[in-house]
């Protein structure tokens, strides 16, 4: 809710008639008062602002002044000072007390209300004032605010107080004399917020963190000794940050633009997961053409998905230093010269290799997509945007073995499937580069220090980033060791990454599976055989509508009722469970349904109930792994993406030579046997998922 702007009462400072009162009848003796340089009156502080801020409130300039207005209550009581030569407004947070570019100062639209008013500790209204006026006496305020300024400009320093106010003071710009000003800010700190991680471990700061520029954290502890370093040292004027509504925040475009950067995000992971099944309907012609066997034809698929386990080892951290678009582009640049030389290979070697290579790149998209959510949606919307992208790494295996099932059925040359990545991955570099902006937030403050350093010529303008040091030592440890250190010390996050492991190889031993069940029991074609995995892709999108409209809704209501208290994190296994036991009874049901005398719908209905449990399950463990870990998700969530890209590289290597020997019956049963070992986990979690949470030593959430 807006507050309403807080009256201070009578001007600081004011000595003339026209204020009707004067400091001086609030101080202890006359004699105080008197003694004070005459002057012109200051303008009325009508109230403050809290923080977030870059710098105080403008000064004023005290020749000549001008009264206020009604259109300066309209702007939310903002001051404003008048240069000799023009009146220049003096927005909120801007350069040396000139409008920031974009804002309503700028763009001559002022009238929003001050969203930001708010109190200084426990004092508010007189009594805000109250302390305001003997602080600013104690700190020779006074003294600093009662000369007659030049006309030439100057800018504002920035002390901070006891009780969480901002003192200014003043020093001159190059060739001009000093300027007296005043103006107060109370300093009222956000409470820390983890930060944003997504599903294949993107990262990405949030709140305060993102606001100020801030790279993410990746514990409690660093999070911490942020904190108590913001408390000691106060904040830096000369540190660009966002401010309230500034439209350089990607938080703060526009609903469709986000939506359709969104749609973008799932589009790249989509090309990623496509080309990684891409080729398993053209294995047979790739044998015959190379001459290898039928297991070297699956580590097409096999090296491919082990690429992804690159993903937040490598893209991710540097997407987090230089930002998501360069990553984007070099990525893609290189991921579309693997597919051209995929589709020119001309022997086995070659192929493997680049197979190998691009999914290394392609891994890019499968981090940073998340990440680029993450940057532009705020807690409220990342969750909904978050679900539906998540249908895109499993939609891309869907489609695989339709385009290239087809390609085989009508005679063309096996290397056109090849082409077509190619030409989709081009499009997809296009997209990047002509439409895709810079949306990480440390870095677009970078970008906006050196605007401000170039427009001003003062150096001291700096944003955060850019005075990081990058200790190669720390960074390889909280890259490479602590996601396998967590993963091994935690009893929660092994069991979670046990089952999803599972889960995700079974997803690619299905491209091995299906043909036994469709093209030998049943008689289809390569392109029918992958019209069938439209089954499972259509069960993955009941499961994430049920998950937006059923258990996300209830999750929300149990935040409510447990509010302040963070929920529970067992809350989000709810789905899980419900996946989990679709998983076992799919498994069963397609094993012994794919008899021949059996109509094939059977089949792809329970691949339909494959895709339930699957999406159902990794859209609930992703969150209940961020919930648990906060903090330390994003190296948690690491530890999951390499486990889990291993078990999908090689689970396709062995799916063979199982359903030959144990038939397609006994093969489905053995993992329907294996899912129903492994479904109890969520159960067990739920029940004493709080007492392992209290002995963790990298969960924040002991509650």
Avoid at 3 to 11: R, T
Avoid at 357 to 384: E, K, M
Wanted: net charge neutral.
């Amino acid at each position: 809710m807006v507050q309403a702007p807080i009256e201070l009462g009578a001007p600081i400072g004011a000595g003339s008639a026209a204020s009707g009162t004067s400091i001086a009848s609030t101080s202890a003796t006359a004699a105080t008062a008197d003694a004070r340089p005459a002057g012109p009156p200051p303008a009325k502080l009508e109230h403050t602002r809290t923080a977030p801020t870059t710098v105080p409130v403008a000064a004023v300039a005290q020749q000549p002044q001008t009264a206020p207005t009604d259109a300066d209550d309209a702007d939310g009581g903002s001051s404003e000072r008048t240069l000799a030569d023009a009146p220049v407004p003096a927005s909120f947070g801007g350069n040396h007390g000139e409008p920031l570019p974009g804002s309503k100062h700028a763009l001559g639209t002022v009238g929003e209300k001050d969203h930001q008013a708010g109190t200084a500790g426990r004092a508010g209204g007189s009594a805000l004032g109250d302390r305001a006026r003997a602080e600013l006496d104690e700190k020779g305020g006074y003294a600093a605010a009662a000369g007659v300024a030049d006309s030439s400009s100057g800018v504002i320093d920035v002390k901070r107080t006891a009780s969480g106010t901002h003192v200014p003071s003043t020093r001159a710009l190059v060739g001009g004399p000093p300027v007296p000003a005043r103006g107060m800010q109370t300093l009222q700190r956000k409470p820390s917020r983890p930060p944003a991680v997504s599903p294949f471990g993107g990262v990405a700061p949030d709140g305060e963190d993102a606001e100020e520029g801030l790279m993410a954290v990746r514990s409690r502890e660093e999070e911490d000794a942020r904190e108590a370093e913001r408390a000691a040292k106060g904040p830096d004027p000369w540190a660009v940050r966002f401010e309230p509504g500034e439209k350089a925040n990607p938080k703060n475009w526009g609903v469709n633009y986000r939506w359709y950067l969104t749609s973008l995000g799932g589009l790249l992971v989509l090309n990623s997961t496509f080309a990684s099944s891409a080729p398993s309907g053209i294995a047979t012609e790739m044998a015959t053409t190379f001459g290898f066997g039928q297991e070297v034809a699956i580590l097409t698929i096999s090296l491919f998905v082990a690429g992804y386990c690159v993903g937040p080892l490598l893209w991710g951290p540097l997407s987090e230093v230089y930002g998501r678009r360069p990553i984007f582009i070099i990525a893609f640049v290189v991921y579309t010269g693997m597919q051209v030389g995929c589709a020119l290979s001309p022997n086995t070697a070659a192929i493997l290799v680049f197979r190998f290579l691009g999914g290394i790149f392609a891994a890019s998209p499968l981090t940073n997509s998340g990440a680029l959510l993450a940057d532009i949606w705020d807690g409220d919307h990342r969750g909904q945007a978050m679900s539906i992208f998540s249908l895109a790494p499993f939609a891309g295996p869907s489609i695989g073995p339709i385009v290239s099932g087809y390609i085989e059925v009508a005679g063309v040359d096996w290397r056109w499937v090849y082409w077509i990545l190619t030409m989709f991955a081009g499009a997809c570099l296009a997209l990047i580069v002509f439409t895709l902006p810079e949306t990480y937030a440390p870095v677009l403050l970078a970008q906006k220090a050196r605007r401000m350093r170039k427009e001003t010529g003062d150096e001291r303008w700096y944003a955060p980033i850019e005075r990081v040091k990058h200790s190669f030592k720390s960074r390889l440890r909280d890259i490479l060791l602590k996601p396998f250190i967590i993963l091994f010390l935690e009893p929660m996050l092994l069991a979670v990454t046990i089952y999803m492991s599972f889960v995700y190889g079974v997803v690619y031993l299905l491209f091995e599976a299906y043909p036994f069940v469709f093209i030998q029991n049943h008689g289809f074609n390569q392109g029918e055989d992958g019209l069938a995995f439209l089954g499972f892709f259509l069960g993955g999108f009941i499961a994430v509508i049920f998950f937006l409209v059923v258990i996300e809704p209830r999750y929300q209501r149990h935040a409510k009722q447990v509010a302040p208290k963070p929920p529970s994190p067992e809350k989000r296994l709810e789905m899980c469970v419900i996946s989990g036991w679709a998983l076992v009874i799919a498994m069963f049901w397609f094993a012994w349904t794919s008899y021949p005398s059996i109509h094939w719908i059977s089949c792809v209905l329970a691949g339909g109930l494959i895709g339930v449990g699957v999406l159902g399950m990794f859209v609930s463990l992703f969150n209940y792994i961020i919930d648990v870990y906060l903090w330390a998700a994003a190296s948690a969530l690491a530890a999951t993406t390499v486990f889990r890209s291993l078990f999908g590289a090689g689970f396709p290597l062995f799916a063979v030579q199982m359903y030959e020997k144990l038939g397609t019956h006994w093969a489905s049963s053995l993992l329907g046997f294996i899912a129903l070992l492994l479904a109890p986990i969520p159960m067990v979690l739920i029940k004493f998922g709080p007492k392992l949470r209290a002995r963790s030593r990298f969960s924040p959430n002991k509650a």
